[in-house]
């Protein structure tokens, strides 16, 4: 939950990943996919992880629509969240920092 955490600590996605050999996206969780996620990290860890992703079954004939939702949840919750639309509103669509300051909201009515 990369995404979130940089909404929660203020910080760039560069520097919470930069402590880590690797990095795990899930793209159902935040950026509202269909399910899988994506695995960063050196080609030689990444080729070591495809080779025990198939030992457990994990070929998948096809990781598009997966890809797809990934990305377009990508571009919607963390890139186009908070740009304005052509009409000058803002887009409907509530980027992690919103949600962010939404959940603080709720936590100080309810103290």
Not at 13 to 20: E, I, K, N, R, T
Not at 52 to 57: S, T, Y
Request: aromatic letters at 14%; a positive charge.
């Amino acid at each position: 939950r990369i995404f979130e955490a940089s909404a929660g600590y203020g910080k760039s996605l560069a520097d919470l990943a930069a402590p880590f050999d690797s990095i795990y996206i899930s793209f159902y969780k935040g950026l509202g996919g269909l399910s899988g996620a994506m695995l960063l990290g050196s080609k030689e860890f990444c080729q070591e992880a495809r080779v025990w992703l198939r030992r457990f079954g994990g070929n998948l004939y096809t990781l598009l629509p997966y890809a797809v939702a990934g990305m377009s949840g990508y571009h919607r919750y963390w890139l186009h969240a908070n740009q304005q639309s052509s009409n000058g509103e803002k887009d409907a669509v509530m980027s992690f920092q919103g949600k962010k300051e939404k959940l603080v909201q709720i936590v100080e009515a309810i103290r």
